[in-house]
């Protein structure tokens, strides 16, 4: 089993930043790719970014040139900036291994206008 622990996130105001940490333990051999999903009120869990352990990294088109995922071994980051509302979601981070995914509690992140 892989255990996904998550810190960061909070409330900001529009064209604010936060950062996402999430760090992974337990079988580290099953540690591989790592990443952020979110889900904001009434909609379906959309990924947001990834990272493979080689450092090749995802994201989804609306986030590009605003957040930035890094990796450091177990550890993952999501650094975002110029957050708008459409931003409030709870962030998930997750581990993928082959075919199964790993979840994080998830972290809430507000955006006022």
């Known amino acids: 089993q892989v255990q996904l622990m998550e810190s960061g996130g909070g409330l900001v105001q529009a064209g604010g930043s936060l950062s996402l940490t999430c760090t992974a333990s337990g079988n580290i051999l099953r540690i591989s790719v790592m990443g952020w999903y979110r889900q904001a009120p009434g909609k379906q869990r959309e990924l947001v970014a990834f990272i493979t352990k080689s450092g090749t990294s995802f994201y989804q088109d609306s986030v590009k040139g605003r957040f930035t995922i890094s990796r450091d071994k177990n550890t993952v980051y999501l650094q975002m900036s110029s957050l708008n509302p459409e931003d409030t979601a709870v962030y998930y981070c997750?581990?993928?291994?082959?075919?199964?995914?790993?979840w994080g509690q998830g972290t809430q992140v507000t955006v006022s206008s």
């Open positions: 997750y581990n993928q291994y082959f075919d199964t995914n790993y």
